[in-house]
């Protein structure tokens, strides 16, 4: 049973387990993180270059500065999310992103652009993301893998029109103009709905996770392993959280390499900007619903294995980025990209909840957050430098990858779900 422990008007209100509001609110606070993503770096990095006078490489080089540094915050919003809540900590963040896309409105030079860099890729990228994702973590267990498929629909419909959204803002109001957009929408509405309708976890108010009470004999008749809740030091010591975060730390970096100089690449093969925006269109279609379909996935196939497709997905886009040739060939690209994308989020969303529980999700997840986010900071460099200096990027791209291709097999062979931890 579970005791409350306290007591909410909403939820005790509400006409439906109170998860499914999490739910709404947790994949809403993953689309407000655009800001700080990468799509949406790459539509306004062409203005970046040409208002504050800067070279491809050295906006590339800020970025993996002010990313690098962001990183190393997380650990300590894993933390406070554990002894905070995710109420609190969505809240205080949904306003501090709003206070840094206001900041952007008045960048001026490099040193700015890097601290504004650091700002949304830390604010945005990272602790959003992480505190919207494990909100509804912490609500759902048996039926994981499905809600967060839904959540990734909605996320990757609306989160992916962003660079369309950006690319038709600039043109009326400007980049800088665009920004302070994005930081109302932020501080005017979704610092109210996470303050309102967040609630932490469902034993705090007298509920079980899923919204169904299910006792530890019906568990074990059904053959599913109970939850089990890994402290962190055990956690970090377990190869399977390398190997999980090595893969993907790998797709991280790269994705946000190749999303960052996107336009550019697509600029190189004679495709036009408008085509790089458009083509974000079907990689969000097809990443929403190979995320449902993964969601789905979860229950019936081993996680790990959605790994190695993702992997396999990124080699793949990236060997053939620099061969686009013509429109339908951008817009079949983007197909797979979304679908890499898709499985890529999905098991980013369950896999450390799933592997190691909830009770230290904050501290797990902020940890591994740490190392995804760091290794997307060396993404954008060496690509742009690349391009600088051979003046085309299928080099750098195909040697890239060789590293998910080689994840992919180590996973395939090392990455199944641990059990009980020895101390247990």
Same mark, same amino acid.
């Given at each position: 049973m579970y005791n409350s422990q306290k007591k909410s008007r909403l939820v005790q209100a509400s006409p439906v387990y109170y998860g499914w509001i999490i739910l709404v609110v947790g994949t809403?606070?993953?689309?407000?993180?655009?800001? #700080?993503?990468? @799509?949406?770096?790459?539509? /306004?990095?062409?203005?970046? *270059?040409?208002?504050?006078?800067?070279?491809?490489s050295l906006v590339s080089t800020l970025y993996t500065g002010g990313t690098l540094a962001a990183s190393f915050v997380l650990p300590y919003i894993g933390r406070q999310f554990d002894i905070r809540g995710a109420r609190f900590m969505m809240a205080l963040v949904s306003f501090l992103l709003g206070l840094a896309c206001i900041y952007m409105s008045f960048v001026r030079n490099a040193l700015m652009l890097t601290i504004g860099f650091f700002?949304?890729?830390?604010?945005?990228?990272?602790?959003?993301?992480?505190?919207?994702?494990?909100?509804?973590n912490l609500w759902w267990v048996r039926r994981r893998g499905l809600i967060m498929g839904i959540s990734g629909v909605a996320g990757a419909m609306l989160g992916g029109l962003f660079p369309y959204i950006i690319?038709?803002?600039?043109?009326?109001? #400007?980049?800088? @103009?665009?920004?302070?957009? /994005?930081?109302?929408?932020? *501080?005017l509405f979704m610092l109210p709905i996470a303050w309102i309708f967040t609630r932490d976890r469902p034993e705090d108010h007298g509920l079980p996770p899923d919204g169904i009470e299910v006792s530890e004999e019906e568990e074990d008749a059904s053959g599913e392993t109970l939850e089990t809740n890994w402290p962190r030091p055990q956690a970090l010591r377990s190869s399977a959280f390398w190997l999980v975060t090595a893969g993907l730390a790998s797709m991280s970096m790269l994705n946000t390499g190749l999303t960052f100089h996107l336009f550019s690449i697509f600029n190189d093969s004679g495709l036009s900007s408008s085509v790089a925006a458009s083509v974000f269109v079907p990689i969000a279609a097809t990443g929403a619903i190979v995320q449902l379909a993964g969601g789905l996935a979860i229950?019936?196939?081993p996680v790990h294995l959605l790994l190695v497709l993702a992997l396999l997905?990124?080699?793949?886009?990236?060997?053939?980025?620099?061969?686009?040739?013509?429109?339908?060939?951008?817009?079949?690209?983007?197909?797979?990209?979304g679908m890499q994308g898709g499985l890529e989020m999905i098991v980013s969303s369950v896999i450390f909840a799933n592997y190691f529980g909830r009770r230290h999700l904050g501290s797990i997840a902020g940890f591994a957050s740490t190392l995804l986010v760091a290794a997307s900071a060396l993404g954008p460099m060496p690509i742009g430098v690349a391009r600088d200096l051979m003046g085309s990027y299928q080099t750098v791209l195909t040697v890239f990858a060789l590293l998910p291709f080689a994840l992919a097999i180590a996973c395939a062979l090392f990455c199944k779900q641990p059990g009980i931890p020895a101390e247990e």
């Open positions: 809403l606070g993953g689309i407000m993180t655009s800001p #700080g993503q990468t @799509y949406a770096f790459s539509a /306004f990095l062409d203005h970046f *270059i040409a208002d504050l006078d800067l070279s491809r700002l949304l890729r830390q604010l945005g990228q990272g602790s959003l993301s992480l505190v919207s994702k494990n909100a509804i690319n038709t803002l600039i043109p009326l109001y #400007g980049w800088r @103009y665009t920004y302070v957009i /994005f930081g109302g929408m932020l *501080i229950s019936r196939v997905l990124e080699a793949l886009i990236l060997v053939w980025a620099p061969m686009l040739s013509s429109q339908r060939m951008a817009y079949t690209f983007g197909f797979f990209m």
